[in-house]
C-alpha cells in the first residue's frame, strides 16, 4: 500500500484520542486523481469536515491525520452526531460520485462533464441513474486497510457485510462495525450499492 503523508494543518481536525468503535467509508464527489486537491479543499475552511484518509483511483491513501484522532465527517442530526464523529474513522474513495447522462456525456455533481475515461456503472440509487465506478485496486486497497485499522482498533467487520446500504440504526446507534456513509443519512448517495465491496467486506 502506498501512503502518501501531508502536512494537513493541525487546526483543521481534532488531535484528542477517542476509542474508535466504527469505520465509516465515503466517496469524495471530486477529480478521483487528487486526493490532494480534496485534502487542500477541506484545509480551505474552518468546518474541520475531513477524514483519515482518502484511497485514489490508483489505490494510493492519503492520510490526513492518525486514525485515533478525529473530525467532522458524518453531518448526522441529532445529539449523537458528535459522538459519533468522534469514535469512527472516516475512509474516502476518491470518486466523481454520482452521474446524469446528457447528450452521451456524463456530467457530474456540479454540472461539468467529466473528462476523464472512467467505467460507469448504471444504477439506480439517492437520486441518480449512474455512478462513476469505484476502481478493483482502491477496493482491493482498501481491504487491506480496513484489516489494519480492525486490528488496531478492535472494530469487528459487521454491518455493511450483510449488503444493506440504506439508512440503519445500527449504525446510528453507534455499534461497532464498518458502515456506509449512506447508512446514518438518506439525503448521501456515498457510497453506492456495490457487490464488489460487499464481496470484499465477506472476505476480509
Same mark, same amino acid.
Given at each position: 500500500?502506498?501512503?502518501?503523508?501531508?502536512?494537513?494543518?493541525?487546526?483543521?481536525?481534532?488531535?484528542?484520542?477517542?476509542?474508535?468503535?466504527?469505520?465509516?467509508?465515503?466517496?469524495?464527489?471530486?477529480?478521483?486523481?487528487?486526493?490532494? @486537491?480534496?485534502?487542500?479543499?477541506? +484545509?480551505?475552511?474552518?468546518?474541520? =469536515? /475531513?477524514?483519515? *484518509?482518502? $484511497?485514489?483511483?490508483?489505490?494510493?491513501?492519503?492520510?490526513?491525520?492518525?486514525?485515533?484522532?478525529?473530525?467532522?465527517?458524518?453531518?448526522?442530526?441529532?445529539?449523537?452526531?458528535?459522538?459519533?464523529?468522534?469514535?469512527?474513522?472516516?475512509?474516502?474513495?476518491?470518486?466523481?460520485?454520482?452521474?446524469?447522462?446528457?447528450?452521451?456525456?456524463?456530467?457530474?455533481?456540479?454540472?461539468?462533464?467529466?473528462?476523464?475515461?472512467?467505467?460507469?456503472?448504471?444504477?439506480?440509487?439517492? @437520486?441518480?441513474?449512474?455512478?462513476? +465506478?469505484?476502481?478493483?485496486?482502491? =477496493? /482491493?486497497?482498501? *481491504?487491506? $486497510?480496513?484489516?489494519?485499522?480492525?486490528?488496531?482498533?478492535?472494530?469487528?467487520?459487521?454491518?455493511?457485510?450483510?449488503?444493506?446500504?440504506?439508512?440503519?440504526?445500527?449504525?446510528?446507534?453507534?455499534?461497532?462495525?464498518?458502515?456506509?456513509?449512506?447508512?446514518?443519512?438518506?439525503?448521501?448517495?456515498?457510497?453506492?450499492?456495490?457487490?464488489?465491496?460487499?464481496?470484499?467486506?465477506?472476505?476480509?
Amino acid at each position: 500500500m502506498k501512503i502518501n503523508l501531508i502536512n494537513f494543518p493541525k487546526n483543521q481536525f481534532f488531535a484528542e484520542i477517542f476509542p474508535k468503535k466504527q469505520i465509516v467509508l465515503h466517496h469524495t464527489v471530486s477529480n478521483p486523481f487528487s486526493a490532494k @486537491g480534496d485534502a487542500d479543499y477541506w +484545509a480551505s475552511t474552518p468546518a474541520r =469536515i /475531513a477524514t483519515y *484518509g482518502i $484511497l485514489d483511483y490508483n489505490g494510493s491513501l492519503t492520510k490526513c491525520f492518525n486514525s485515533n484522532q478525529w473530525a467532522h465527517h458524518l453531518g448526522v442530526k441529532g445529539n449523537n452526531n458528535l459522538k459519533l464523529n468522534q469514535h469512527s474513522i472516516g475512509i474516502e474513495l476518491d470518486c466523481w460520485g454520482g452521474l446524469t447522462l446528457k447528450d452521451v456525456k456524463y456530467i457530474n455533481a456540479y454540472g461539468k462533464e467529466i473528462s476523464e475515461k472512467l467505467e460507469v456503472v448504471k444504477m439506480k440509487w439517492r @437520486g441518480y441513474e449512474y455512478f462513476q +465506478a469505484y476502481s478493483d485496486v482502491q =477496493i /482491493a486497497v482498501l *481491504g487491506e $486497510l480496513l484489516q489494519l485499522l480492525m486490528r488496531k482498533h478492535n472494530i469487528p467487520n459487521v454491518g455493511l457485510k450483510d449488503g444493506n446500504f440504506n439508512v440503519r440504526r445500527d449504525a446510528l446507534a453507534g455499534k461497532p462495525g464498518i458502515y456506509s456513509h449512506s447508512n446514518y443519512r438518506s439525503d448521501k448517495s456515498d457510497l453506492y450499492p456495490d457487490s464488489r465491496i460487499v464481496n470484499m467486506l465477506r472476505n476480509l
